[in-house]
């Protein structure tokens, strides 16, 4: 499903500030706020050798996946200068590929978005949080 999505998105954009602005900065970041979530579900499993397998598997894919998200974030920032546009024009992006996606109504991973290069502002609107 995750693939699928990618593979639309690809699809979808072709723009590098298009390609930028929804696969990293807003299909993998959904990754950094669902992957907690799992973990948190999985913890009290954590004795059985597979769950436990299974929860270092994800702890390493969340690790990669703010990385993946960071340098997204870098090239999507370059687009935007190099379109001479400001970064705000991330929500217009989203809001034309995945109308209504924010604010959002569940929790976000606000450590692990500001570690791959979201700032506070941007937080806020995702999720009308104060960060």
Not at 42 to 55: A, F, G
Not at 87 to 116: G, L
Request: hydrophobic share 40%; charged share 30%; proline share 4%.
């Amino acid at each position: 499903m995750v693939h699928d999505a990618l593979f639309e998105a690809s699809r979808q954009t072709q723009t590098l500030l298009d390609r930028m602005a929804v696969v990293p900065r807003y299909l993998e970041a959904n990754g950094l706020d669902a992957t907690p979530l799992i973990l948190q579900k999985l913890e009290p499993l954590r004795k059985d050798t597979m769950v436990s397998k299974i929860i270092g598997a994800l702890e390493i894919i969340l690790d990669e996946e703010v990385d993946h998200v960071r340098r997204g974030d870098r090239w999507f920032h370059y687009a935007c200068e190099r379109e001479n546009v400001d970064s705000d024009v991330f929500f217009e992006i989203i809001e034309r590929h995945y109308p209504q996606s924010f604010p959002r109504k569940t929790a976000i991973n606000c450590d692990a978005r500001k570690s791959a290069g979201f700032e506070c502002n941007e937080l806020e609107k995702i999720s009308l949080i104060k960060c």
